[in-house]
């Protein structure tokens, strides 16, 4: 069965900093974009970042400068360094990923659970 685990999620202060992490397993024969999205308690998901499989980046402006995002291709995981947290990140985290998996046609796209990141004033 494929899936996305999800880990790091947690309570931080203003100005602190968080890291995500996410690995992808199950029989996957490839992976082609990854990222990070989250959902604030009355607003709609939004994404967070991209990557590529050959690692070109995308952010969102709200995280440009404070968020790094990143992946390990031998590992199927998927990274996301947060510094200079505010309360506006407050959210749940979900880690997303377009798998080619087996008996499938192509890429679909997979998410996680879900981790809750709380900053703190």
């Known amino acids: 069965q494929v899936q996305l685990v999800e880990s790091g999620g947690g309570l931080v202060q203003a100005g602190g900093s968080l890291r995500l992490s996410c690995a992808a397993s199950?029989?996957?024969?490839?992976?082609?974009?990854m990222g990070w999205y989250r959902q604030a308690p009355g607003k709609q998901r939004e994404l967070v970042a991209t990557i590529a499989q050959i690692g070109t980046t995308n952010y969102a402006d709200s995280v440009k400068g404070r968020f790094t995002i990143s992946r390990d291709n031998a590992k199927n995981t998927v990274n996301l360094q947060m510094n200079s947290l505010k309360p506006e990140d407050t959210a749940v985290y979900y880690c997303?990923?377009?798998?080619?998996?087996?008996?499938?046609?192509?890429?679909?796209?997979?998410w996680g659970q879900g981790t809750q990141v709380t900053v703190s004033v």
């Open positions: 199950g029989s996957i024969f490839s992976i082609n974009a």
């Open positions: 997303n990923a377009q798998l080619w998996v087996a008996a499938s046609r192509g890429f679909r796209d997979y």
